[in-house]
């Protein structure tokens, strides 16, 4: 480069600094990158707001880390899952602000369902913890699983069930019943929502009676040219409500939500 008669802008610097160290680690909290940087919170905080307000920069609900923004890019982005959860990741806030309780965004794994943004720390109503980023639901007790494998395509769903038939782990019985599984799946798409399975309480493998996270959940799938991108759902104090009446007064949120996300992805995809 030339040699130029002017100062560099050191602001501009600090800018540039941390979003390399962002790409580096792919998501970081603020000390993470206040460790990398040797640059105060204060400052820290004032370039990642701006950074933000320019979309390079997002935050993801779940635990508050922040990410390099891809959604607006025309590049492929380096995870389909991060790529979503950024998309979805406002609509399930405004979805949150609306009803009050918390809703969950997972993706289809193999042979489960991955938990990549949840809005728990924004429902007012609710103190319950819930399921951290990166966890595994069960595909078919699980509302999203349900949900997942009730609007797939016919080969997609018999390609999950094989393997879950596969592996003789404990919560995959319902993949030998396919009686059970052709209820599930018309129940679903008959109420237009899927419930959790009765005796699921949270855990992959045991029954509700052995744990308990005290929570019920309605899921809807996030439908993109015939693919089953993930799940939202609503989650809630199983004490307190019942799945009826959640969709009763919520179930058009819910509806709303996803449809604002398919529009968002189909708005963005990479070409």
Request: include cysteine; hydrophobic fraction near 40%; aromatic fraction near 6%.
């Given at each position: 480069?030339?040699?130029?008669?002017?100062?560099?802008?050191?602001?501009?610097?600090?800018?540039?600094?941390v979003?390399?160290?962002?790409?580096?680690?792919?998501?970081?909290?603020?000390?993470?990158?206040?460790?990398?940087?040797?640059?105060?919170?204060?400052?820290?905080?004032?370039?990642?707001?701006t950074?933000?307000?320019?979309?390079?920069?997002?935050?993801?609900?779940?635990?508050?880390?922040?990410l390099?923004?891809?959604?607006?890019?025309?590049?492929?982005?380096?995870?389909?899952?991060?790529?979503?959860?950024?998309i979805?990741?406002?609509?399930?806030?405004?979805?949150?602000?609306?009803?009050?309780?918390?809703?969950?965004?997972?993706?289809?794994?193999l042979?489960?369902?991955?938990?990549?943004?949840?809005?728990?720390?924004?429902?007012?109503?609710?103190?319950?913890?819930?399921?951290?980023?990166?966890?595994?639901?069960?595909?078919?007790?699980?509302?999203?699983?349900?949900?997942?494998?009730?609007?797939?395509?016919?080969?997609?769903?018999?390609?999950?069930?094989?393997?879950l038939?596969?592996?003789?782990?404990?919560?995959?019985?319902?993949?030998?019943?396919?009686?059970?599984i052709?209820?599930?799946?018309?129940?679903t798409r008959?109420?237009?929502?899927?419930v959790?399975a009765?005796?699921?309480?949270?855990?992959?493998?045991?029954?509700?009676?052995?744990?308990?996270?005290?929570?019920?959940?309605?899921?809807?799938?996030?439908?993109?040219?015939?693919?089953?991108?993930g799940?939202?759902?609503?989650?809630?104090?199983?004490?307190?409500m019942?799945?009826?009446?959640?969709a009763?007064?919520?179930?058009?949120?819910?509806?709303?939500a996803?449809?604002?996300i398919e529009?968002?992805?189909?708005?963005?995809?990479?070409?």
């Amino acid at each position: 480069m030339r040699q130029y008669q002017v100062k560099p802008i050191n602001a501009l610097a600090r800018g540039l600094r941390v979003l390399q160290a962002l790409q580096e680690m792919r998501a970081a909290s603020l000390h993470d990158l206040h460790r990398a940087t040797g640059l105060p919170k204060s400052t820290l905080t004032r370039i990642l707001l701006t950074c933000h307000q320019q979309g390079m920069v997002w935050q993801r609900m779940a635990d508050g880390a922040f990410l390099p923004c891809h959604a607006e890019h025309p590049r492929a982005p380096l995870d389909d899952a991060i790529w979503l959860a950024e998309i979805a990741s406002p609509v399930l806030e405004r979805l949150c602000a609306q009803v009050r309780w918390p809703s969950v965004l997972s993706v289809p794994r193999l042979e489960y369902m991955e938990v990549v943004e949840t809005n728990s720390r924004r429902a007012y109503f609710d103190e319950l913890p819930d399921h951290p980023v990166n966890f595994r639901a069960n595909m078919l007790r699980s509302a999203s699983g349900r949900a997942y494998l009730s609007y797939c395509p016919d080969q997609e769903r018999e390609a999950v069930l094989r393997r879950l038939r596969e592996h003789t782990a404990a919560g995959h019985e319902l993949a030998h019943d396919p009686a059970a599984i052709r209820r599930i799946v018309q129940d679903t798409r008959r109420r237009g929502y899927s419930v959790r399975a009765a005796d699921f309480g949270g855990d992959y493998s045991r029954t509700r009676d052995e744990v308990d996270d005290q929570r019920n959940s309605i899921a809807m799938p996030i439908i993109v040219e015939g693919q089953v991108l993930g799940c939202v759902n609503l989650t809630w104090r199983s004490a307190v409500m019942t799945a009826r009446r959640i969709a009763q007064e919520h179930l058009a949120d819910l509806r709303a939500a996803v449809a604002a996300i398919e529009t968002r992805v189909k708005d963005r995809r990479p070409h």
